[in-house]
């Protein structure tokens, strides 16, 4: 299977390490070769229709030079290249792992989109692209007979959304109460756990490398409510975007609102919701020792379907390797529905 | 889709209720419309191949009959008997309800392999060909090309299964440990909240109906052992039954194990454990709060994956509707595998 990568940051690298380490298990218990025919970093591309060396890549990265620097090719540019360099790649799938850039998602869109015009398949790790125009980029999908995966956008490399997927089958989801941010998460636990003010536990999120130096997005609830939406889209149906969803994050929230949630044993977690009532993000308080009452860096989504009941799943939430594991996955998703017969499996 | 129904228990009659409610959001939501075309009980059958009304069989069996008794035919008998009603209802697909039994699986094990034999898929929720046969099973299916499902054998309504082998898709899960039955959790939990004994609180949970009069499936952990076996041959590819088991029940537990653990703030839980020394089952101790540490009758299971780490599910884990919604799952999913072109999708 011939993959172009756009993005060669922390998931890029962690994915061309997989791929290259990988490469033996893939084709022995999926079949699957993955050859990657270009990649794509922000100042320039590399197109190689023989394949590249994952590893020459990496090391070229690590030196500091752009991929543009490495062959051939080597310009930056607007949509049109982005086309021309897959065409002339002959890549069957691409793989969006460019930074989630919520405010301007329009080179990603029309990256995703002239990919599949073209016949390509789609992973996206972008959340940028998802949260803002899951509808049309479903469509343009279903149009053009491809497939468009993006497991890593939520949960990393927990499978929250096929996970709620299967969910619906032959059940349905009522509604959906989520803990998808780990450095809103580390904060609010940090404040309760050692008393301390929210500017003070944001502090100590930098220090640590947990926040970004920028953590507008984290902590004023945009990445959580990216995540939500694409969540609401993927296994509820709805035809969602980042505007229809009412936001409030955490930033100075007082301490007193957490100690009195402790007297109540309850913690105040920053929570995707999705109901009848509409989308939204906004801090709230879960019993201690429910399943959303997860520490730290955790991931954790309480469904609760109608027959089913209440049915949560938790796990790690974040990181380079673990996103690049969802990637990999998606990999193997798309090879297995583009080439199996679909008869004769014996799945649950 | 044309479907026999073996078992009318409390989860068949469930299937029936369903089956009924839900024709018309089957229809519109999947274009699945399964039709009754024969159903057995202990005591005979009734084959009808245009179809059978779901609540005249319902209403038929509450009133004590057999559904022998409701027309043409009604008969006991061996496996040939199954086969002969399997093929003259014209049946696509076999839905296995009726009740585990460990120790005899034989007659069920037969019916699943003549079925799938004549081209029919599977939905099973009965544990005992599985967790005995499940190797043999899998292979019959795939030798003739038809599905086999059994979604509802392990977290009823909660998609155990599905969400472990989706886990392995692009990782490796290293070891798994779960809790997966209700009654001896019940009774462990109320052992240590209220400091009762393991005979007082067995007793409880008889009064409750939480426990079966005879209780030994589940306390001397067969119940488990059934559940992790399909669990390993599902998610793990490993070929294993009962046999190769490792088996402790919590059958008399000493309350003073109980209460030393809670000293480490830690809860006893009867787990069943795949790993690299194989499988087991067993009381052990997890820490107070973490995923595994599930209250009642809810299920619980953590996956430690190579590259993503620790991600659990939590959720119900029995109950007949519950059990009746994976069945509907199954005929979904099989629905799907059997008519979709598989592209065009996006699934994450």
């Known amino acids: 299977m011939r993959v172009f990568l756009f993005g060669v940051g922390v998931v890029g690298r962690h994915l061309l390490r997989l791929m290259a380490e990988e490469r033996r298990a893939l084709s022995d218990r999926h079949g699957l070769v993955p050859r990657l025919v ?25 030196q500091g030079g752009s991929v543009g620097t490495m062959a051939r090719w080597g310009t930056l540019g607007g949509t049109g290249e982005d086309v021309e360099s897959i065409r002339s790649s002959g890549a069957e799938v691409i793989i969006e792992t460019t930074p989630t850039n919520l405010r301007e998602p329009i080179r990603a869109i029309e990256r995703l989109r002239a990919a599949m015009a073209l ?22 999908a279903s149009y053009n007979r491809v497939h468009l995966r993006y497991s890593g956008t939520v949960g990393a490399g927990t499978p929250v959304l096929a996970w709620a997927e299967r969910c619906t089958l032959g059940d349905r989801i009522l509604s959906t109460r989520a803990v998808l941010n780990g450095t809103t998460n580390f904060i609010l636990t940090r404040m309760a756990d050692h008393a301390e ?16 130096t920028d953590p507008s997005n984290d902590i004023d609830g945009l990445d959580t409510a990216a995540k939500i939406v694409i969540l609401a889209n993927h296994a509820m149906r709805l035809r969602v975007g980042l505007p229809q969803v ?50 730290g860096s955790m991931n954790a989504v309480t469904l609760t379907l109608e027959r089913t009941g209440e049915v949560s799943l938790v796990g790690r939430g974040a990181g380079g390797r673990e996103t690049a594991t969802a990637i990999i996955r998606d990999l193997v998703d798309i090879w297995q529905c583009t080439t199996r017969a679909g008869i004769g499996s014996a799945r649950a």
Do not use: W
């Open 197 to 212: 003010t929210f500017e003070a536990a944001l502090a100590e999120a930098v220090r640590l490398g947990y926040a970004e």
């Open 246 to 295: 009412r936001i409030t994050g955490i930033r100075g929230i007082p301490l007193d609102h957490l100690r009195q949630a402790r007297e109540r044993r309850c913690s105040v977690k920053l929570i995707g919701q999705i109901d009848a009532e509409g989308v939204r993000v906004g801090p709230a308080e879960v019993p201690v020792g429910s399943p959303l009452d997860v520490p």
């Open 119 to 140: 016949g390509c398949h789609a992973v996206c790790v972008n959340k940028a692209p998802l949260a803002t125009a899951m509808p049309a980029l479903v469509e343009v």
């Open 38 to 62: 270009g990649v794509a970093d922000s100042r320039g591309r590399c197109i190689c229709p023989d394949g590249l060396d994952e590893q020459a890549v990496l090391q070229h990265k690590e």
